[in-house]
Structures are given as structure tokens and as C-alpha cells.
């Protein structure tokens, strides 16, 4: 073999594995704290709370959720990689009352260690003792469910932003205002459109009791299959007393959640046809969890905008089929 052309090859060769040493130890563009490794980083588990923090923080915060669309938080178990993105996180931000159950432990050792954490539902609670409770006297932690609430979520935000960058105060404050005006006009769409459901037909049934904040401010009756967290089973005998409630009021339509499954739902339409009632999905909705990244549905208010318009059109109500914005994706 011709010693040149070895020599050529065993140096492209010592090149090409440098290379990819060298590659390998540079810092690559991480995902949780954004393109800007400037800025400083907040950290939320939900989207609902995220698209909070991104609301007032605009440009001067690289927002990251946790947990993504379409995942139920009552059950996650956070990650190595998870632990990491929180110890890389500046601020934190949670729902709270014991909405990420499973990962109370970790979050608890992050603000041990002196980090700013936010519990946002937590809060509200401070400010206005609202909260529902069930029979066991576990409180609902679906707080967003309530505009009008989650208004005084933005506020707790602000205030902790504007605690945590004192210098971005104004910004944070002249977005929250702007945002506040949006959430105004989205709790008064609200209730002129869940009110325009006939009061006969006003009746909500989901896969779960994640609506009772939206039952409580905007006047419709709301029964979930399982209870406020998915950690509770539901019971046959459960299904059996909704079919009964669902025949004896004649309800058209039934709801499945985009973060959980539909099979107790399709439980509850096969018991109500068994006792000949017809009963279809009046749509999908999303309860622990918003819309795609990126898509209307994927922020808190086309999240909010998405349920109402959907849950009013299949009931028998009036609502413009694009929603309140004219954002709403088409469905077949």
C-alpha cells in the first residue's frame, strides 16, 4: 500500500474524530431556557401558568413549560431531566394545590434552596378563599377554569417578576394591563355564551371534574366521571348514575378531555344508547392541559375561547363558530 496515501487517510481519519470530540464539548442550544441564554430564565409546569409568566415578561424572560399539551400533571413523575431544567431555572412558577402532585418533593427542595418559586393558584387562594372542595375535602386546583380568577393569577405574576427584575417593573406592569383588558373581554364572552345555552340543557359532563370553577362562574352545572384529580378511579357505579342523569335530562351531548382518554365517556354513550338516548361527543376540551405550541388553542385564551364556544354550540347555545377572536381552528 503506498505509504502517502495511508498517511492521508490515518490524518483525515485522527481529524474526523477530533472534530467530533471538539463538537461534542461545545454548549449546545439547550431547550429549556430558550435561544437567549441572556435573558433571564422562568420556569413553569403548565402551560396555563406558562403562558402567564410570557404574557408580562415579554422580551425580558425565556419562558420553558414542563409539561407539554395533551399530558395529564395529576400523574407526571418528573425527570432527570426535569430536576436539571428546574436547577437551571431562575424563577419558578406552579399551579399548586396539589395539581403536580408527584412533584411537590422536588419543587419544595428548589425553594428551600432560596430560589424565587411561585405556587399561582396558591396564592389566588390568599387573596380570595373561592376554592371548591370535594367530598373528601380535597381542594380543586383548576382554578383557571375561571377568568375572572386567573385574572388575579396575572396579578401574582406580575408582582413576582416585578420582585425578581425590579429594574423591568414598568414593562411588566404595562403588559399586564394589556393582557388584563384581554382577559376582561374573554370573562364577558364567556358568560354571554355559556348563558345562551338553554337552562334545560345546561349541563356539562366530562371525563373528569376539572370544570367546577368554570360551573361556578359562568352558571352551568358540571358532573365529571372521576373526581378532581385522575388519580381516583371511577366506579361503575358512577357511570350508571350519570347514564340515569343523562337519559332522565334528555342531554345531547357529552365531552372527552384532550389529556386524558375517552373510554369512560364512550362508557356513559353506549349506557345512555342502551336506554334509548342518543348521545354524541359534543367536541373536545381542554382541561389540565392547552392546545398545540403555536396554535390559538395552544394560549390560555384560546384555550378558554376553544371550551366555551365548543361546549355552547353542542348544547344548544350561540356562539360564532371561529369564537370570540375569529382564531379558532376549523373542525369537520
Same mark, same amino acid.
Given at each position: 500500500?503506498?505509504?502517502?496515501?495511508?498517511?492521508?487517510?490515518?490524518?483525515?481519519?485522527?481529524?474526523?474524530?477530533?472534530?467530533? #470530540?471538539y463538537?461534542?464539548?461545545q454548549?449546545?442550544?439547550?431547550?429549556? @431556557?430558550?435561544?437567549d441564554?441572556?435573558?433571564?430564565?422562568?420556569?413553569?409546569?403548565?402551560?396555563?401558568v406558562?403562558?402567564?409568566?410570557?404574557?408580562i415578561?415579554?422580551?425580558?424572560?425565556?419562558?420553558t413549560?414542563?409539561i407539554?399539551?395533551?399530558?395529564d400533571?395529576?400523574?407526571?413523575?418528573? @425527570?432527570?431531566?426535569?430536576?436539571?431544567?428546574?436547577?437551571?431555572?431562575?424563577?419558578?412558577?406552579?399551579?399548586?394545590?396539589?395539581?403536580?402532585?408527584?412533584?411537590?418533593?422536588?419543587?419544595?427542595?428548589?425553594?428551600?434552596?432560596?430560589?424565587?418559586?411561585?405556587a399561582?393558584?396558591e396564592?389566588?387562594?390568599?387573596?380570595?378563599?373561592?376554592?371548591?372542595?370535594?367530598?373528601?375535602?380535597?381542594?380543586?386546583?383548576?382554578?383557571?377554569?375561571?377568568v #375572572?380568577?386567573?385574572?388575579?393569577?396575572?396579578?401574582?405574576?406580575?408582582?413576582?417578576?416585578?420582585a425578581?427584575?425590579?429594574?423591568?417593573?414598568?414593562?411588566? @406592569?404595562?403588559?399586564?394591563?394589556?393582557?388584563?383588558?384581554?382577559?376582561?373581554?374573554?370573562?364577558?364572552?364567556?358568560?354571554?355564551?355559556?348563558?345562551?345555552i338553554?337552562?334545560?340543557?345546561?349541563?356539562?359532563?366530562?371525563?373528569?371534574?376539572a370544570?367546577?370553577?368554570?360551573?361556578?362562574?359562568?352558571?352551568?352545572?358540571?358532573?365529571?366521571?372521576?373526581?378532581?384529580?385522575?388519580?381516583?378511579?371511577?366506579?361503575?357505579?358512577?357511570?350508571?348514575?350519570?347514564?340515569?342523569?343523562?337519559?332522565?335530562?334528555k342531554?345531547?351531548?357529552?365531552?372527552?378531555? #384532550?389529556?386524558l382518554?375517552?373510554?369512560n365517556?364512550?362508557?356513559?354513550?353506549?349506557?345512555a344508547?342502551?336506554?334509548?338516548?342518543?348521545?354524541?361527543?359534543?367536541?373536545?376540551?381542554?382541561?389540565?392541559?392547552?392546545?398545540?405550541?403555536? #396554535?390559538?388553542?395552544?394560549?390560555?385564551i384560546?384555550?378558554?375561547?376553544?371550551?366555551?364556544? @365548543?361546549?355552547?354550540?353542542?348544547?344548544?347555545?350561540?356562539a360564532?363558530?371561529?369564537g370570540?377572536?375569529?382564531?379558532?381552528?376549523?373542525?369537520?
Amino acid at each position: 500500500m503506498n505509504i502517502k496515501n495511508l498517511t492521508r487517510r490515518a490524518l483525515a481519519s485522527f481529524l474526523a474524530v477530533a472534530a467530533l #470530540s471538539y463538537s461534542a464539548c461545545q454548549p449546545k442550544p439547550s431547550a429549556e @431556557t430558550g435561544a437567549d441564554s441572556n435573558k433571564p430564565t422562568a420556569l413553569a409546569t403548565i402551560g396555563m401558568v406558562a403562558d402567564l409568566v410570557r404574557a408580562i415578561g415579554g422580551e425580558d424572560i425565556a419562558v420553558t413549560t414542563l409539561i407539554g399539551e395533551g399530558i395529564d400533571p395529576h400523574l407526571y413523575n418528573p @425527570t432527570l431531566a426535569d430536576v436539571k431544567a428546574l436547577d437551571a431555572a431562575d424563577i419558578i412558577f406552579y399551579n399548586g394545590l396539589m395539581l403536580e402532585g408527584k412533584m411537590g418533593e422536588v419543587l419544595g427542595k428548589q425553594s428551600t434552596a432560596g430560589k424565587p418559586v411561585h405556587a399561582i393558584a396558591e396564592a389566588v387562594q390568599s387573596r380570595q378563599n373561592f376554592l371548591l372542595e370535594d367530598e373528601e375535602g380535597h381542594t380543586d386546583p383548576h382554578v383557571w377554569m375561571d377568568v #375572572s380568577a386567573w385574572t388575579m393569577a396575572l396579578d401574582e405574576v406580575t408582582a413576582a417578576l416585578a420582585a425578581f427584575l425590579p429594574e423591568k417593573k414598568e414593562a411588566f @406592569t404595562t403588559r399586564a394591563a394589556a393582557y388584563k383588558e384581554q382577559l376582561a373581554a374573554l370573562d364577558a364572552y364567556a358568560k354571554k355564551t355559556i348563558s345562551s345555552i338553554p337552562a334545560e340543557r345546561r349541563f356539562l359532563i366530562t371525563a373528569h371534574d376539572a370544570f367546577g370553577y368554570l360551573a361556578q362562574a359562568y352558571g352551568i352545572e358540571v358532573k365529571g366521571i372521576q373526581g378532581i384529580s385522575t388519580e381516583s378511579e371511577a366506579a361503575i357505579r358512577d357511570i350508571e348514575e350519570l347514564v340515569t342523569f343523562i337519559v332522565d335530562r334528555k342531554i345531547p351531548a357529552i365531552f372527552v378531555e #384532550s389529556s386524558l382518554s375517552d373510554k369512560n365517556v364512550k362508557a356513559l354513550i353506549e349506557g345512555a344508547q342502551a336506554k334509548g338516548q342518543q348521545v354524541i361527543i359534543g367536541g373536545e376540551l381542554f382541561s389540565d392541559a392547552m392546545g398545540p405550541a403555536g #396554535s390559538y388553542e395552544g394560549t390560555y385564551i384560546g384555550m378558554i375561547d376553544h371550551n366555551v364556544t @365548543t361546549i355552547a354550540n353542542a348544547l344548544g347555545g350561540q356562539a360564532p363558530k371561529a369564537g370570540l377572536n375569529g382564531k379558532l381552528t376549523p373542525h369537520e
